[in-house]
């Protein structure tokens, strides 16, 4: 069965940093471009970045751009957000795609102060 | 980054057929394909339909996709209670260089 489990979330303060995670299984996850996508409380979902297949590729909405870094190490399956200079409005559930049809439970980021 | 165009709402009864709409720009719509999500209170959006018209395994055939220049729709026959849930269209956009969802609809079986 094909698996996505991300991990990291936590309430932060306006400014901080986190890192999220996400442990792919039953996929041969270096084989896969990987997003993030995002969905603040009551609201839409927000596509937020992608990943090539080796990593050498990345692109990113404006709004994180600058401040969101993905990368992922196929060597452990596993792709990363790290998310530096945190906002309010970066609060939201955070998922892990395959693009377009696997996705992960979510990770939940709220920034307040 | 802007994003694509769906009715907040949209309601039928049992055994109706609904349909909803996303509508975009040349640059995302009118170039790209288009997946459709469906999504229940509390978990993770599912992919119901995928390049414009493909329905993943284990998707109902009462779920179809269809596309039109900048335009796509949704629609859903035979409606059932359980289809009541949000629905969120999603596209490559070239200009943009990035995926637009739409802002959702939210489908309610009456």
């Known amino acids: 069965e094909v698996q996505l489990v991300e991990s990291g979330g936590d309430l932060a303060q306006p400014g901080a940093s986190l890192r999220l995670s996400c442990a792919a299984s039953g996929l041969t996850f270096s084989s896969y471009w990987m997003h993030w996508v995002r969905q603040a409380p009551g609201k839409g979902l927000v596509w937020v970045s992608r990943?090539?297949?080796?990593?050498?590729?990345?692109t990113y909405a404006d709004s994180v751009k600058g401040r969101f870094t993905i990368s992922r190490d196929n060597a452990k399956n596993t792709l990363y957000l790290q998310m530096n200079s945190l906002r309010v409005e970066d609060t939201a559930v955070y998922y892990c795609?395959?693009?377009?049809?696997?996705w992960g439970q979510g990770t939940t980021v709220t920034v307040s102060s | 980054q802007s994003g694509l165009t769906q009715p907040p709402s949209a309601s039928g009864t049992p055994g109706q057929r609904v349909t909803i709409s996303c509508s975009g720009s040349?640059?995302?719509?009118?170039?790209?394909?288009v997946n459709w999500y469906q999504q229940l209170p509390g978990t993770a959006p599912k992919l119901l339909i995928y390049s414009t018209n493909q329905r993943p395994s284990g998707v109902p055939d009462r779920f179809s996709g269809s596309k039109s220049g900048t335009s796509a729709s949704l629609a859903i026959s035979g409606l059932q209670s359980e289809d009541e849930a949000d629905y969120y269209c999603a596209a490559w956009d070239d200009s943009l260089n990035g995926v637009v969802f739409g802002g959702g609809t939210k489908l309610t079986v009456l």
């Open positions: 990943i090539n297949n080796d990593g050498g590729t990345t």
């Open positions: 040349s640059s995302g719509l009118g170039t790209n394909s």
């Open positions: 795609v395959r693009w377009p049809d696997v």
